[in-house]
């Protein structure tokens, strides 16, 4: 077929659409890929819930096809009268698909398009003769028969239907108009016997050819014969997936308005097709999305005092300006930050209310007399002394624990650490079992890391909730790729401008990447920062020898909740197991009590170094993670099996 025949009328478009309504369908389009893409493994599974084949193939003892062409449009009025022999039980009747879009060699762009219609059928054998059509994309599935009734032995069946879009007029340039036809498609399960195709036109033939075999042979068929308006081609047989491709010619002007159907086919190269308008809304909106990124991160910058050192603040009544964060060397802080709590600045030093900050937060319960750690007993009633002997030469100390509450002075706490009392205990003065912990760790979780982040505003120290402030940023990212994917996929499949969504996906990840380290903090949550810092410096390179334990005997105690929210415990806990070791004197802890009377800092034990022991869970696992084509070229010469148009396939079901 000379493509100079292709009549624009005859594509099958429409207008476009605005720009918006692409973007719809567009942004439609990508939920659906979204959803086809979580479903997949569900669809690969449905596979195998297909209805029921027969039990065995069955053959087809003899094909007679007749095709019929008008001479306005060319449309193909088809009877496919056949005998079909079933084996075996559970046999309902036969199927027959037919292609109804197809790949055209030599044009990546468009879709040779067939039309099926007008589908009949009847059984001289009084078969069951009901017909249901399944329709895709490039097939239409012809079902023949009563679910509700099996068939046996030899029946026959007339099955008729019109066929439009076959015609390929003046296929060679002026050789003729011309029927390239795959009448028995290689997708034919049931093998054939005695197949006769006749192809009638309004006019006399002037040329035939066929070809068998599997698919692309080019080896001919038994027998293509003419007599005036009427080319026969017959084929004694045809194996299971062997096909019968028939090309019958006629003058050229024979089939009146018979150019065939196109549709657009939507391939990388023309989705994505780098054209200007393509390349300059994916780049204009990428400049002027990076442009606004870049001022909302500007803006979103932490603020500091300038002028004075980092870490100190403005005394009362001193006027100080305020500008941009400027990274600074710390010195060294040998204390905390005053009026702040651990879970607080180690919350606001990475701006996230992590595990660790609200461990510290058990642990600065128990060091401010709200609670106590315990070892619990193997067994109750057993003798003490043969335990504590036994447990002193094991290589795995005991490692159970309860958080018992103490009725300790009720001094102000913090809301975050009152939260955290609330939900260890609700409010009873029962003890917490470490298995109990776990059971309700989750809630524990989110409710803490909840206030603590509250509190990052309330204290001043943000501008905004860190995690709502990260969670806008990544949120803003994840819907610019989503809107990039919209765009491209409705510009792309309404004029081939998919390259358009590529700005808006660039700056989506961008943004998303960069939710990660923005941080909006106060000129007065920088000062604690830099405070905090210089805290956190002295607990991770503290040495044994540079501790006065003589002159500050809970020094160990008071700090470990710091250690424990910047991460540093394993080290601060190193440095007084170093110092008892020594034979320093090391004050026990108050609120850690052990069964076996071991000092803490001798061995590993249920708070420290022991799997399952509470540093252990709240480092690692433990209770802690609870929750966490030739389509319609010439086959006069140069053929083969599948070469022509339509195809398709059958069988019994």
């Known amino acids: 077929m000379a493509r100079s025949t292709r009549s624009p009328h005859r594509l099958l478009s429409s207008p476009r659409p605005p720009l918006f309504v692409l973007a719809a369908r567009g942004l439609v389009g990508t939920a659906v890929l979204l959803v086809a893409a979580v479903l997949l493994g569900g669809t690969v599974l449905l596979v195998g819930a297909a209805p029921a084949r027969a039990a065995d193939t069955p053959s087809i003892r003899r094909m007679d096809v007749t095709a019929v062409a008008d001479r306005e449009h060319g449309t193909m009025h088809v009877t496919q009268d056949f005998d079909m022999e079933f084996h075996g039980s559970g046999n309902h009747g036969p ?214 050192t980092p870490g100190l603040r403005p005394a009362p009544g001193q006027e100080t300006s305020i500008g941009p964060r400027r990274k600074e060397p710390v010195a060294v802080r040998f204390t905390p930050p005053e009026d702040a709590s651990p879970g607080q600045v180690g919350t606001l030093i990475d701006g996230r209310a992590g595990t660790n900050d609200v461990v510290a937060g058990i642990v600065d319960l128990a060091v401010r007399g709200r609670l106590r750690t315990e070892e619990i007993p193997p067994e109750v009633g057993a003798d003490a002394g043969a335990l504590r002997k036994a447990f002193s030469s094991s290589k795995d100390k005991f490692t159970d624990w309860r958080l018992v509450p103490l009725p300790a002075d009720r001094t102000p706490l913090p809301d975050h650490l009152v939260t955290l009392e609330d939900q260890l205990f609700r409010k009873h003065d029962a003890p917490l079992l470490r298995h109990d912990l776990g059971d309700r760790i989750a809630t524990i979780l989110m409710k803490e890391k909840t206030a603590l982040n509250k509190e990052m505003t309330t204290r001043g120290w943000y501008r905004v909730r860190p995690d709502a402030q990260r969670a806008g940023w990544l949120l803003t990212g994840l819907g610019l790729v989503l809107l990039g994917l919209a765009l491209g996929f409705g510009l792309g499949l309404g004029y081939g401008w998919g390259l358009a969504g590529l700005g808006p996906i660039v700056l989506g990840i961008a943004v998303f990447v960069m939710g990660f380290f923005v941080s909006a903090r106060t000129a007065e949550g920088t000062a604690i920062l830099a405070q905090a810092e210089g805290f956190k410096e002295y607990l991770m390179t503290a040495e044994a020898d540079q501790i006065r334990v003589e002159e500050d005997h809970d020094i160990f105690s008071r700090y470990l909740p710091w250690a424990i929210a910047f991460g540093a415990e394993s080290h601060w806990v190193g440095v007084f197991r170093e110092i008892a070791a020594a034979g320093r004197p090391v004050a026990e802890p108050t609120w850690y009590h052990t069964w076996t009377g071991y000092s803490i800092f001798a061995g590993d034990n249920a708070f420290f170094g022991a799997e399952g022991s509470f540093m252990d869970a709240a480092s690692h696992s433990g209770v802690w993670s609870a929750s966490s084509g030739a389509g319609g070229m010439s086959g006069m010469s140069g053929g083969s099996v599948g070469g022509g148009v339509g195809g398709g396939g059958g069988g019994g079901w």
């Open 95 to 308: 199927y027959v698909y037919f292609v109804t879009r197809q790949a055209i060699t030599g044009d990546a762009d468009h879709w040779r398009v067939l039309t099926v219609g007008n589908v009949r059928a009847t059984s001289p054998t009084d078969a069951p003769t009901q017909v249901s059509i399944e329709d895709s994309s490039d097939s239409a599935k012809i079902r023949i028969g009563d679910p509700d009734r099996t068939v046996s032995g030899t029946q026959r069946y007339v099955v008729t239907y019109d066929l439009a879009g076959v015609v390929n007029p003046d296929a060679r340039g002026g050789h003729g108009d011309e029927i390239y036809w795959n009448v028995i498609g290689t997708g034919w399960e049931s093998p054939m016997d005695r197949v006769t195709v006749t192809v009638q036109g309004p006019a006399d033939v002037t040329g035939a050819v066929c070809y068998a075999g599997g698919r692309s042979a080019t080896g001919s068929c038994d027998t293509a014969t003419t007599t005036g308006d009427r080319a026969v081609f017959t084929q004694s047989h045809l194996a299971a997936g062997r096909g019968l491709t028939v090309a019958a010619q006629w003058p050229v002007g024979t089939f009146v308005d018979a150019t065939p159907t196109y549709a657009t086919r939507h391939t990388a190269a023309n989705t994505l097709a780098p054209t200007p308008p393509a390349l300059g809304i994916g780049a204009g909106t990428l400049v002027v999305g990076a442009l606004l990124a870049l001022l909302a991160f500007r803006r979103g910058r932490d603020r500091a005092y300038v002028g004075l």
